[in-house]
């Protein structure tokens, strides 16, 4: 999966967070994945002051773990930037 341009870490499963069809046929719910989305990014932000600067559909995957909890992926890690509104709460 590597080439001399491209160095993949870990390869994910799962399907597009905007990806209804995939989201359906595997019995994932919507309410659940926009709940746990706020709560990624909140964290992101408001706790840990480190925010994923490329939070695109493209970035983030949903799917189903072997319980049948909902997991959310985010990929690209390339580029974050530090949030102030975490740096001023501390």
């Given amino acids: 999966m ?3 341009r491209i160095l993949v870490m870990e390869f994910m499963e799962g399907g597009l967070v905007n990806d209804l069809e995939y989201i359906n046929q595997n019995k994932i719910s919507t309410r659940e994945v926009g709940t746990k989305l706020g709560n990624l990014f909140s964290e992101m932000i408001f706790i ?3 925010l994923h600067c490329d939070p695109h559909p493209g970035n983030l ?3 189903n773990d072997a319980n049948g909890n909902l997991e959310l992926c985010l990929l690209d890690h390339g580029l974050y930037a530090v949030s102030r ?3 001023s709460l501390h």
Wanted: hydrophobic content about 35%; overall charge positive.
């Fill in 48 to 50: 840990h002051g480190n």
């Fill in 85 to 87: 509104v975490a740096t």
């Fill in 2 to 4: 590597s080439t001399h």
């Fill in 61 to 63: 995957l949903v799917r």
